[in-house]
């Protein structure tokens, strides 16, 4: 069986908090066996990418542009496309479910794309408005853990 694959997107700049936050998710999904999915750049992105290379774990960056190596660091498999940010329907096509976490404009996309297409929304100190959130949660720990409980729901019903 193939790892779940959850998405966390946030801010291209995070606060120190927000990062910290990214970083213990995506250690948090590692642990668990499953892929962080992201926008592959640098603010929740990088946080969430190292915090997952931290423990070993596969993270898929999907890139605005054209060049691999402009990857954050904790990236494992870049995938660039030249598509700047239209590749966030990507980001949201490749999750299963996805942890929302602070955001702005293009975060707000990748959240809509996710509502359009049934892929579920956790918020965790998110700036989202509520309604294209499925759940607000309090920590870290509990956002992946709904986010892995949501996307192992979602295949179900899927096959």
Not at 54 to 75: F, M, N, W, Y
């Amino acid at each position: 069986m193939r790892p779940l694959r959850i998405g966390v997107i946030g801010s291209g700049s995070a606060t120190a908090r927000e990062a910290g936050l990214a970083h213990a998710v995506g250690v948090a999904v590692a642990r668990a066996g499953a892929v962080v999915v992201c926008g592959g750049m640098g603010g929740v992105m990088q946080a969430a990418a190292d915090g997952a290379a931290s423990e070993g774990g596969t993270v898929v960056g999907i890139l605005p542009g054209g060049d691999p190596a402009q990857a954050a660091g904790g990236v494992t498999i870049p995938i660039p496309t030249g598509l700047g940010e239209a590749r966030n329907v990507l980001v949201a096509r490749a999750s299963e479910a996805v942890v929302a976490i602070a955001g702005e404009w293009g975060t707000l996309s990748e959240a809509a794309f996710c509502r359009k297409f049934g892929i579920p929304v956790v918020g965790l100190a998110s700036t989202l408005p509520e309604r294209v959130l499925d759940e607000i949660v309090g920590g870290a720990a509990e956002a992946a853990s709904r986010a892995l409980e949501l996307a192992a729901e979602r295949r179900r019903a899927l096959a």
